[in-house]
């Protein structure tokens, strides 16, 4: 059975761009007959809020848009982040890093390729020091170099229909746990979308660039293989990002303008868009 999700941080309250991931991950679902998950990415416990919680169900309760089964919560999966890492860790495909946002700066004072900023590979490759590790802070790296050649190579991914193959420069040794965080983003979703039963992402365009690293950690922790659909992102008419900081409105300000939340998320499902708004390929 076909299941997709919407995943929203409760960091603030949402705005027409989430408004639509969730009318399109429910739309999917019904088109093929499925299910549609909810789960909170409240694993940033200093950024998340109860009250954007609370506000997340009212805005779906709004939109008229409901979900399967039980609500996950990220903050409730130490445990589960924890034994993912600790697989990975037996095999040898990741290692603690020391390093300060400051060493990383002036590790990559020299030129960068296309691929943006990667991390130079400072605490790569150093014998594991546990008394160390007792003493500093430090986070865990994926070794990505050591997870492609164990993985068997880059890893592919279908989206609607087409077979998408990643290249060497998609994948970086990107932070899957930090002291004070038991995952990041990129370890809690693929563990979270298996458990769910995902087997549909659905997301914006703006996450694209993590499906490589993602689906390399589906092929190392055994998760099974979802399908992709990154859709394109809600902007301004003059193609500026709804950031949460800007001044894009609320949903919560819409229903208090006295929008129809169930006449708004069928627009969206049919890419109809609010005016001033519009739907923007991220280059
Ligand atoms: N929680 C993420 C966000 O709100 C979405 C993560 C995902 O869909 O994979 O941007």
Redo the contacts with the bound molecule.
Sequence with gaps: MVAT?????PTGRLHLG?AY?AAMALKAARAAGGVMRL?I?DLDQGRSRPEHVEGIFEDLRWLGIGWDGEVLFESERSDEYASGLERLRERGLVYPCFCTRADIQEALAAPHGPGGAHYPGTCRGRPDDPARRAREAHSWRLDAGRALDVAGGLPTWREEGRLLRSGREDFDDVILARKDAPAS?HLA?VID?AAQGVTL????A??RA?TPVQRLLQELLGLGEPDYLHHRLVTFEDGRRLAKRDLAPTLAAMREEGVDGRELAARLMDQSLPLGFRLTEPT
């Design positions: 999700r919407f995943a929203p941080s989430h991931s789960r990415d983003y979703c979308d992402v659905v997301r914006g703006d996450l993590s």
